[in-house]
C-alpha cells in the first residue's frame, strides 16, 4: 500500500510536469501574445470548452485560463487521490484521530509538488524555451519588444502636429467615396486605446476604417465597434475582411460559412453592414476567385450587409492575382503594398485597374518597412522620414489613398499633418537615402524572384515579410504566428550551402536574413 502511495505521487507529479510542458505551456505562450490557441492539437475541445464556460471571453484570455484550469486540475485530482490513499493507509497501522489530519497533508503535499511541477514546466518551457530543441522561448522577443531598442513612433510629439486634420479628399473609384487621403489601420489595437485612437481619428476627419476579424486576434473589430457607437454610419466608410480572427477561409468554403463569417464582424463591429469586404491578403487566384465568396458577396449585398468587394494581396503572385481581379471585373477596391521605391510594374498594374476599372486604390506598407528609427547612418532624417513617406504617396497617380496602422494617439497628430502634401526636394533625398540604406536588406517587393534558387523550397519571401512585421512593423504577435504557421520554416536555412546568393534581383543577403529571421521568430513551444 506504502509502494502504491508513493507511485501515485510520482505518478500525478510526472503527468503534471508533462501537462505543464505541452498543455499549459502552448496556452501560456499563445494567450501571452494574444494567439489562437485552437491551432494547437486538442486546443479546439478545449476552446468550445472555454466558449461554453466564458462566453464573450476574449481569445487569449480563455486560453489563459483554460491553461491554469488544466495545470491546476492535476494537483486537485492529486490531492484528493494521495489524501484518501493515505487516510487507508494509516487505518491499516493507526486507527487513531490523527488519519485525517495525516491523510490531508499528505494530500496537500503531493497536491504543491505536482503544482510546483506543473506550473514550474509551464513557465520554464513558455519563457525560457526549456525543451525546445534551440532553447528558445519568449525570453529574448519579450526582450526585443520591451527592451527600447526600437522606437515604435517618432521619440518626440511635436508642438506643431498637435491638432493635425485631414486637408484633401479624393475618389475611392467606382464606390464613389470622398475618401480622405490617409485612412486608419487599425491592424495593432485594441482595448480602450484602441477606441480612443478610433475616435480622435474620425474626429479629425478620417473617413475610412480598414479592420480585419484576424487583427489583434479580433480585438480590432471590437475596439472599432466600441469606437463607432453613435457615430452616424454613414459618416464613414468601414472596411473588413473575409477571415476568421484565427485565420482564411479556403477556396471552396460554403456560402453559409463566407456569409457567417461576415455576421461574426458585423456582431463585433456593432453595425448592420459594412461598405467593404476584402478577400484577404490573397496570392491565390482559386481563393479570389472562387465562385462561393462571389455568391455570399451578391447575397450579402442583397440583404444590404455589404456594399463593395475588395482584395488585398502581396506578392509574388500580386501582378496575376491583380490582372485577374481587373480582368474580372468584380472588384471594386484593391489594397497593396505601394510605397516610394516600388518596382515599377506595380505603377502599370494601379493604372490599369484605374483606367479599365475604375477601382479604387488602397496603398498599404507605405512607410516600406518603417525601418527609419535605428537605421544606421539615418539619425539626421530619421524624424522626417515618416511623413516624407506618407506625402509621397498622396503624390502617386491613381492612387486614391494611404493606409497607416495607427497604434498611438501621437499617431493621429503626426500622420494627419502629412495630409493634403507632396514631398519637397528635401524630402526626396530622404526617401533615396532610406531606399539605398535598406537596399540589402530590405525584401520589398516579396517579388519572389529567388523562389526557384531554393532546393528546400522555402517561401522566402512569406519569411522575410515576417521578420518585417516583427522588427520594423511591431507587431510580433502576428509575426510570430505567421511564421508558426509556414510549412516549413528557415531552420535549415544555417547549415545550407546557400545556392540562394546572388539570386536577388534586388541585393538582398538572403542567407543571412533567414537566419536571423529564425532565430527571431522560432519560438514555438511545442517544437521538438
Ligand atoms: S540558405 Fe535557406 S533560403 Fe537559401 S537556399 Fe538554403 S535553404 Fe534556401
Ligand atoms: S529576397 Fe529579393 S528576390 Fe527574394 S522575394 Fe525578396 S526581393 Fe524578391
Not at 538572403?510 to 532565430?519: K, L, P, S
Request: charged share 20%.
Amino acid at each position: 500500500m506504502r509502494l502504491r502511495l508513493v507511485a501515485t505521487t510520482i505518478l500525478t507529479v510526472l503527468v503534471a510536469a508533462l501537462l505543464g510542458a505541452t498543455v499549459g505551456a502552448d496556452f501560456l505562450w499563445r494567450s501571452a501574445i494574444g494567439l489562437d490557441p485552437t491551432a494547437f492539437p486538442a486546443g479546439q475541445s478545449l476552446q468550445s470548452l472555454g466558449d461554453l464556460l466564458f462566453p464573450g471571453l476574449d481569445i487569449a484570455l480563455a486560453g489563459l485560463l483554460l491553461g491554469l484550469g488544466t495545470v491546476l486540475g492535476v494537483p486537485f485530482v492529486t490531492f484528493f487521490v494521495v489524501r484518501d490513499q493515505r487516510r487507508t493507509l494509516l487505518e491499516q497501522t493507526d486507527p487513531g484521530r490523527r488519519n485525517f489530519l495525516s491523510g490531508s497533508l499528505a494530500g496537500g503535499g503531493a497536491a504543491l509538488a505536482a503544482l510546483v511541477a506543473g506550473g514550474g514546466a509551464m513557465v520554464g518551457r513558455s519563457f525560457f524555451g526549456l525543451g525546445h530543441k534551440e532553447g528558445r522561448g519568449w525570453k529574448r522577443p519579450l526582450t526585443e519588444i520591451f527592451g527600447g531598442q526600437v522606437q515604435k513612433t517618432h521619440p518626440v510629439w511635436k508642438d506643431e502636429w498637435r491638432g493635425s486634420r485631414i486637408q484633401s479628399y479624393g475618389r475611392l473609384g467606382r464606390t464613389e467615396w470622398p475618401v480622405s487621403d490617409t485612412v486608419l489601420g487599425t491592424g495593432p489595437i485594441r482595448g480602450e486605446l484602441g477606441t480612443k485612437i478610433v475616435r480622435l481619428a474620425l474626429e479629425r476627419g478620417v473617413n475610412y476604417i480598414d479592420t480585419a476579424p484576424d487583427y489583434s486576434a479580433e480585438g480590432s473589430e471590437k475596439a472599432v465597434g466600441e469606437a463607432i457607437r453613435g457615430v452616424p454610419r454613414e459618416s464613414f466608410f468601414l472596411a473588413t475582411k473575409w477571415c476568421t480572427p484565427i485565420g482564411h477561409l479556403p477556396a471552396g468554403t460554403s456560402v453559409e460559412r463566407y456569409k457567417e463569417v461576415v455576421e461574426e464582424s458585423l456582431g463585433r463591429l456593432g453595425t448592420d453592414y459594412v461598405d467593404l469586404i476584402h478577400v484577404h491578403s490573397c496570392d491565390e487566384l482559386d481563393r479570389l476567385l472562387d465562385p462561393n465568396v462571389h455568391e455570399a458577396f451578391a447575397q450579402l449585398k442583397a440583404e444590404g450587409k455589404a456594399r463593395f468587394l475588395g482584395f488585398s494581396s502581396h506578392t509574388p503572385n500580386l501582378l496575376d492575382v491583380a490582372n485577374a481581379a481587373i480582368d474580372s471585373g468584380k472588384f471594386d477596391v484593391m489594397m497593396l503594398a505601394y510605397h516610394h521605391g516600388i518596382w515599377p510594374g506595380l505603377s502599370d498594374v494601379i493604372g490599369r485597374a484605374s483606367r479599365e476599372q475604375d477601382m479604387g486604390v488602397v496603398a498599404m506598407k507605405t512607410l516600406k518597412g518603417a525601418r527609419h528609427h535605428g537605421l544606421e547612418g539615418f539619425e539626421d532624417e530619421q524624424d522626417s522620414y515618416a511623413q516624407a513617406a506618407l506625402k509621397w504617396v498622396h503624390g502617386a497617380p491613381n492612387v486614391s489613398c494611404a493606409v497607416i496602422s495607427f497604434f498611438d494617439l501621437q499617431h493621429v497628430d503626426e500622420y494627419l499633418y502629412a495630409s493634403g502634401k507632396t514631398p519637397n526636394a528635401d524630402e526626396v533625398a530622404v526617401l533615396d537615402k532610406y531606399d539605398s540604406l535598406t537596399a540589402d536588406t530590405y525584401c520589398a517587393p516579396h517579388c519572389g524572384a529567388c523562389l526557384s534558387s531554393c532546393p528546400e523550397k522555402l517561401a522566402i519571401n512569406d519569411v522575410l515579410r515576417h521578420r518585417m512585421y516583427f522588427e520594423d512593423y511591431r507587431s510580433e504577435r502576428q509575426a510570430i504566428d505567421l511564421y508558426a504557421g509556414l510549412k516549413r520554416n528557415a531552420s535549415v536555412c544555417a547549415e545550407c550551402s546557400a545556392p540562394c546568393t546572388g539570386s536577388c534581383p534586388f541585393g538582398i543577403r538572403i542567407q543571412e536574413r533567414m537566419v536571423g529571421a529564425h532565430e527571431l521568430l522560432d519560438v514555438r513551444p511545442t517544437a521538438s
